[in-house]
């Protein structure tokens, strides 16, 4: 079992509908996590992060953390076409200032069709 | 505020030669990582530094690797003896004591012939 699960996709979701995307993660000790946005050719870059169990809102992001089921998913509202990118799930087992490496999942390719 | 910086953004060599990349992180951040990304892959977890100090090593960092942060400012990664299978992206983050949130730096594309 991988540490950490994303369905590769790609995921196509049509121009303002609600993308959602998901992860799993296998370590129970798993303590914060993070979704990153990555563009074909680009480094990955920071969307969100989430500590605790429930819902964090970040304008048209929503991230929701569920422990008991090792869960993680990324919403994104009002889809646009630049939207359209690899989003990687991490997780890290320390809290907020902690001294761990991330773990990444592979991946889920969203396509916002126009 | 200028982001993590990474140099080479190429860097095309032969097998068996070595190289080195230089990572300076965000200039508040006193925490530095190392990370390889391939093609269809998250990237993976190399090593990490808090000031000089490298306190995590992961097992995919073999001999052949070592990363130094001398100062505590910027870091270099060194591959001795490059093989194929070290073709890859290299990212670097940075991330600071509060938010702990780690922001990449365009990376280093390493390309063996």
């Known amino acids: 079992q991988k540490e950490v699960e994303q369905n590769s996709g790609p995921l196509s979701v049509p121009e303002g509908a609600i993308a959602s995307l998901n992860c799993t993660y296998s370590?129970?000790?798993?303590?914060?996590f993070f979704w990153y946005r990555q563009y074909s050719g680009k480094s990955p870059e920071l969307i969100m992060f989430?500590?605790?169990?429930g819902d964090k809102e970040d304008g048209r992001f929503t991230a929701q953390l569920n422990k008991a089921s090792q869960y993680v998913s990324l919403l994104i509202r009002d889809s646009q076409p630049s939207d359209s990118a690899t989003y990687l799930c991490?997780?890290?087992?320390?809290?907020?200032?902690?001294?761990?490496?991330?773990?990444f999942g592979k991946g889920t390719h969203l396509i916002i069709q126009p | 505020d200028t982001g993590v910086s990474q140099n080479p953004r190429h860097k095309i060599t032969k097998r068996g030669q070595n190289v080195t990349f230089r990572c300076d992180p965000i200039?508040?951040?006193?925490?530095l990582y190392w990370y390889r990304q391939t093609l269809g892959q998250g990237p993976e977890f190399l090593t990490y530094?808090?000031?000089?100090?490298?306190?995590?090593k992961s097992r995919l960092l073999s001999d052949r690797f070592s990363a130094e942060r001398p100062k505590g400012s910027f870091s270099t990664l060194e591959i001795q003896r490059t093989e194929q299978g070290d073709s890859a992206m290299y990212l670097c983050?940075?991330?600071?004591?509060?938010?702990?949130?780690?922001?990449f730096g365009d990376g280093t594309r390493l390309s063996i012939l």
């Open positions: 200039s508040e951040h006193n925490r």
């Open positions: 989430i500590y605790s169990n």
């Open positions: 991490a997780v890290r087992k320390s809290v907020g200032g902690g001294a761990d490496g991330l773990t």
């Open positions: 983050a940075s991330s600071s004591g509060q938010a702990g949130s780690q922001h």
């Open positions: 530094f808090q000031n000089e100090a490298q306190l995590e």
């Open positions: 370590d129970r000790g798993s303590q914060s």
